[in-house]
T-cell receptor
Framework: NAGVMQNPRHLVRRRGQEARLRCSPM?????VYWYRQLPEEGLKFMVY????????ESGMPKERFSAEFPKEGPSILRIQQVVRGDSAAYFC??????????????FGPGTRLTVL | AQKITQTQPGMFVQEKEAVTLDCTYD???????LFWYKQPSSGEMIFLIY??????QNATEGRYSLNFQKARKSANLVISASQLGDSAMYFC????????????FGTGTRLKVLA
């Protein structure tokens, strides 16, 4: 009964380095969403992916950020050349095969990125 | 544009009493879902309750119930018989039926249950 898995739970990077955040959805789920939460704020949508496809990346910064969800393996959120403003909690959520309006998104524990 | 508003940044409630956390929303889509999540200090997001725009009855899940007033566009969370473990941030979220079903989150309410 594994839920959504995210790793690492905590990640520290220096400015200019790359950050890779991984997300394994719940078993049977093929829809993955990434959200970012800045301190004392609500979650903000970044990107929605299905297997091998980016469906909606309207919330993703145009530069330095990319996401993928390969046929095999976890979804990856990649941040290149990190800056201090990237420090936040990054949550992944997944929903089951058919993304009906009633489908609940189940969240992982989040990755807390700190940029020094 | 779709929007979620939580006007209470912080709330206190005495243990064993009920508390209502407010949430109003704005959307032009007739089909939508409303969700409440709990975020304890450990940081994870825990799903609590769901209400669909076409649901005739208010949703209930154990001690959680959702006071859904469609005409007023409000979806308040009611927690009955509060427990110390209910102390957390609570987020209201909306998902529209069109588009890609992304969630729009409110800014949250921090609830503190007093012994």
């Amino acid at each position: 009964n594994a839920g959504v898995m995210q790793n690492p739970r905590h990640l520290v990077r220096r400015r200019g380095q790359e950050a890779r955040l991984r997300c394994s959805p719940m078993k049977g789920h093929s829809h993955v969403y990434w959200y970012r939460q800045l301190p004392e704020e609500g979650l903000k949508f970044m990107v929605y992916l299905q297997k091998e496809n980016i469906i909606d990346e309207s919330g993703m910064p145009k530069e330095r950020f990319s996401a993928e969800f390969p046929k095999e393996g976890p979804s990856i959120l990649r941040i290149q050349q990190v800056v201090r403003g990237d420090s936040a909690a990054y949550f992944c959520a997944s929903s089951r095969d058919k993304a009906f309006i009633t489908d609940t998104q189940y969240f992982g524990p989040g990755t807390r990125l700190t940029v020094l | 544009a779709q929007k979620i508003t939580q006007t209470q940044p912080g709330m206190f409630v005495q243990e064993k009493e009920a508390v209502t956390l407010d949430c109003t929303y704005d959307t032009s889509d007739p089909s939508y879902g409303l969700f409440w999540y709990k975020q304890p200090s450990s940081g994870e997001m825990i799903f609590l309750i769901y209400q669909g725009s076409y649901d005739q009855q208010n949703a209930t899940e154990g001690r959680y119930s959702l006071n859904f007033q469609k005409a007023r566009k409000s979806a308040n969370l009611v927690i009955s018989a509060s427990q110390l473990g209910d102390s957390a941030m609570y987020f209201c979220a909306m998902r529209e039926g069109s588009g890609t079903y992304k969630y729009i989150f409110g800014t949250g309410t921090r609830l503190k249950v007093l012994a």
